[in-house]
């Protein structure tokens, strides 16, 4: 069993940056894909980016350029999400996810390639 949990959500004015983090309890995330996907109300949970054992990195396109995905590799159990230049659109509960197995550009992306989830952090914009 592996617990997830996501912290670091709150208000942020459109434009501004806040850092989602996402922390394993009692297993290094180091050798797994770690996800983070968002869902807003009344919308499906939607991919946001990934990051594999081997540093490699996936975004949704919609984020690509304003979020960074990382992990650290010295803790080892810490995945981050850096929100940056925050829109309207990107309201919403984001959650961590550990995947089945390693994982390509394409199969990071399904809800359904993901085991374990965190319980979700809010975020919302607002000026």
């Known amino acids: 069993q592996v617990h997830l949990v996501e912290s670091g959500g709150g208000l942020v004015q459109p434009g501004g940056s806040l850092r989602l983090s996402c922390t394993a309890s009692?297993?290094?995330?180091?050798?797994?894909?770690v996800g983070w996907f968002r869902q807003a109300p009344g919308k499906e949970r939607e991919f946001v980016a990934a990051?594999?054992?081997?540093?490699?990195?996936?975004y949704t396109d919609s984020v690509k350029g304003r979020f960074i995905i990382s992990m650290d590799f010295n803790a080892k159990n810490t995945v981050y999400l850096q929100v940056n230049t925050v829109e309207p659109e990107d309201a919403a509960v984001y959650y961590c996810?550990?995947?089945?197995?390693?994982?390509?550009?394409?199969?990071?992306?399904?809800?359904?390639?993901?085991?374990?989830w965190g319980q979700g952090t809010q975020v919302t914009v607002s000026s």
């Open positions: 996810a550990k995947a089945i197995g390693q994982t390509t550009a394409v199969t990071a992306r399904p809800v359904s390639r993901y085991e374990y």
């Open positions: 009692g297993r290094a995330l180091s050798t797994w894909t």
């Open positions: 990051i594999i054992s081997s540093g490699t990195t996936y």
